[in-house]
């Protein structure tokens, strides 16, 4: 369920009809609720294929969750690591 309000906010402050605003929140609002399982695996595929270390991409990701707008539990780097390769 979309919050009105903000459906209403985001058309009044980009000029987009109200479905395209639901639907632009809709989106970001899922892209928030990726399970933090499933965002450690894709960023490390994705850091693994601009050549980044293991070692460096498990602080990095580590760092990221600390930042994401929708708290995910704080993971420590070996965490990280074997939510990749259990």
Do not use: C, F, K
Not at 30 to 39: F, T
């Amino acid at each position: 369920m979309t919050d009105a309000d903000l459906v209403a906010r985001v058309a009044a402050s980009t000029g987009l009809s109200p479905s395209e605003a639901a639907r632009v929140v809709e989106d970001v609002l899922a892209w928030y609720r990726e399970p933090v399982e499933d965002y450690v695996r894709r960023r490390h595929a994705t850091l693994r294929t601009y050549g980044h270390r293991n070692e460096e991409i498990y602080a990095i990701v580590a760092a990221e969750l600390r930042e994401r707008l929708v708290a995910a539990p704080e993971l420590t780097e070996r965490q990280v690591r074997r939510t990749i390769y259990g």
